[in-house]
T-cell receptor, first 114, second 111 residues
Framework: SAVISQKPSRDICQRGTSLTIQCQVD?????MFWYRQQPGQSLTLIAT?????????ESGFVIDKFPISRPNLTFSTLTVSNMSPEDSSIYLCSVRPTDNYGYTFGSGTRLTVV | EDKVVQSPLSLVVHEGDTVTLNCSYEVTNFRSLLWYKQEKKAPTFLFMLTSSGIEKKSGRLSSILDKKELFSILNITATQTGDSAVYLCAQSLSGANNLFFGTGTRLTVIP
């Protein structure tokens, strides 16, 4: 299975600022997925990041708030912009290396906005 | 309406007990059903199920899918404190590349 390095592991940020989360995969993958997990909730997909094209955002998520970059097949970033306390969540990137294996997740970023 | 529904929401057992976690899902465009263990932040892959009636097993954990009744169970035998975690069920759909997660079952194993 793929190994994903995600950073930062955690951060405490002031409201109104932005944080960029990075994910590096040890193999080339076509799609990378960004999820959010609010406290006590399950995982919700934010967007799908494809190399060479704009990310596809799910309902309720917009590019201005969560800009994504995907410069190559092994790397992606998610920025949480103009943060408010409601953005306090765990953010996870994920890939699906093969059809015969489950999706793999990065180690997660725990974001607290104060 | 949630596509994937898990029960119970939480469970407290003693070490050595056997637990069964439930997951029901929608049939539309079903491709596979996955189970994950989430201890801190990152979900860890446990099983992927695509065929009905075939049990997948890994140590004390096992899982099976019932495509007729649209549910899956995750069994953990001889539970240990290290099994304490949130167990997530997720559905993969044809025509969609991402997973749809249930709300999870929080399992607490006490000594």
């Amino acid at each position: 299975s793929a190994v994903i390095s995600q950073k930062p592991s955690r951060d405490i940020c002031q409201r109104g600022t932005s944080l960029t989360i990075q994910c590096q995969v040890d193999s080339q993958v076509t799609m990378m997925f960004w999820y959010r997990q609010q406290p006590g909730q399950s995982l919700t997909l934010i967007a799908t990041a494809n190399q060479g094209s704009e990310a596809t955002y799910e309902s309720g998520f917009v590019i201005d708030k969560f800009p994504i970059s995907r410069p190559n097949l092994t790397f992606s970033t998610l920025t949480v912009s103009n943060m408010s306390p409601e953005d306090s969540s765990i953010y996870l990137c994920s890939v699906r290396p093969t059809d015969n294996y489950g999706y793999t997740f990065g180690s997660g970023t725990r974001l607290t906005v104060v | 309406e949630d596509k994937v529904v898990q029960s119970p929401l939480s469970l407290v057992v003693h070490e050595g007990d056997t637990v069964t976690l439930n997951c029901s899902y929608e049939v539309t465009n079903f491709r596979s059903l996955l189970w994950y263990k989430q201890e801190k932040k990152a979900p860890t892959f446990l099983f992927m199920l695509t065929s009905s009636g075939i049990e997948k097993k890994s140590g004390r954990l096992s899982s099976i899918l019932d495509k007729k009744e649209l549910f899956s169970i995750l069994n953990i035998t001889a539970t240990q404190t290290g099994d304490s975690a949130v167990y997530l069920c997720a559905q993969s759909l044809s025509g969609a590349n991402n997973l749809f997660f249930g709300t999870g079952t929080r399992l607490t194993v006490i000594p």
